[in-house]
């Protein structure tokens, strides 16, 4: 684990970015590792007049920066335009690594599936 996911991981994670919002507007479960038997993350979002209204994430069985990642996430995405996220937006890319203190090839790697995954989401 590289130190900027670890110092992340140990003094920054905020617990209220994880959990299930209830008859959440779009829903998805899907891994964000080159490995099937990796993490699994759960997406909860609702959207309103177009933006992020709220979103949370549920990540297990995770390795830190699967967990690290899917905290940022939350963080960047809330309150984004979905035009924005749709489109290729490499300013998540670059405010992952300002939350983070520097570029992290883990907590990126993660963060793009991540990206992927809500994507697949808002594209429906």
Known sequence: MDNL????FINKLKKENFGQIENADLESRGSICDNPNGDIV???INVNDGKIADIKMECGPCDPAAIVATNIAVDILKG???KEII???SA????FNKIIGGESRQGIKHLKNIVEQVKGLLGE
């Open 92 to 95: 998540i890319y670059d405010q």
């Open 5 to 8: 996911i670890r110092n992340y």
């Open 42 to 44: 759960s997406i909860f």
């Open 80 to 82: 984004m335009d979905v």
């Open 87 to 89: 489109e290729e937006n």
